[in-house]
């Protein structure tokens, strides 16, 4: 049955029965590791039952009309609309699976706003009226404005958000357009936060290490205490020689040997030793025989590599396993 294929399968199934020319169009708006999930299950997909095909369709333009009567009516008049094409139940069938992309909608210029704006904005609002705008945020704004509130305030706050299942849309409505507002005026009168030597080593954490280090190597020129004051906030692979023992052993089991081996193997005597060294011996000799057997690597493969582990490590200290100390403050105390 095709209520039985997974999301995934579902939409290899329209792609597929869109043809190639109008699939390439759609491709077009999709990330490439969409792109690269669909194409895979299309691939596996190598038969379908035209019954199974034709419910697939049929469910996908029913979920194309609800959002297109959403667009245009808004909730009510969607719900009364689809209610008289498709029934009672299938119309709250496809309402409530667009619920989420419906949700995102809501406040979509609260997501856009730094979280001072938004702090100044809630910060003589009733507790559920934060509840509720908080919900809508992204959960790192939410984190910054929820730590800034006065103690009683914070639980207060936190309880509602817990407890808070559904609003009536016209409440939302009403909230939203009056924030909408004011929002407006407290940005003309205000500064947005954009921008500043933090958010630059944010995207430096995240370009290849190619860029990385011609951005350094310029910047460094042109205004060394600039490029130090960047790199200090910032962590690369060189940066492992910072870390602990645990932490390194940490990172080093989430990390594939041939991955180490290929990223040891261009990289400096320091960091090769450290890593060595927090490693078993069987698993040291091993990737002595891998870097000894590693010829004609790309220097860009290797960077490649490096920077997929330095994104492990990443991972690893926003999920509170491991501490990337970032100057003295961030000292650890034994």
Known sequence: MAKKLTATQRA??????????????VYKYLKDEE???????????????????????????????TQKVINEGGILYARDVLEKAFGSQQATDYMERLSKSLRTKNFDFIR???YKSLQMMLQHEHPQTIALVLS???????????????????????????????????YIAIV??????????????????????????????RVDRSTEKSIFDKLGQKDPNL??????????????VTLD??????????????????????????VKQVIMQNMSTRMRETIEQDILYLHNVRMRDVEQVQQKIVGIIRVLEEQGEIVIAKGEEDAIIA
């Open 176 to 205: 939203e357009e009056n924030l909408a507002r004011r929002f407006a005026m407290l940005v003309s009168s205000d500064q947005m936060e954009v921008g500043g030597i933090t958010y630059v080593a944010d995207i430096m954490n």
């Open 245 to 270: 023992s645990m932490a390194i052993q940490r990172f080093i089991r989430e990390v594939d040997t041939k991955d180490l081996a290929i990223a040891l193997k261009a990289t400096n005597e320091e």
């Open 227 to 240: 490029a130090d004051e960047i790199r200090k906030l910032m962590f690369v692979f060189e940066d492992i």
């Open 12 to 25: 290899a199934a329209i792609i597929i029965a869109l043809g190639s020319e109008r699939a390439s169009a």
């Open 136 to 170: 809508y945020a992204r959960a790192e704004q939410a984190s910054h404005v929820i730590s800034e509130l006065p103690t009683d305030l914070q639980i207060n706050v936190v309880e509602r958000i817990a407890n808070m299942d559904r609003a009536a849309p016209e």
């Open 112 to 114: 856009k706003a730094d």
């Open 35 to 65: 792109i690269e999930q669909l194409s895979l299950e299309i691939a596996k997909l190598d038969r379908l039952m035209p019954e199974d095909m034709q419910e697939t369709i049929e469910d996908f333009y029913g979920l194309c009309v």
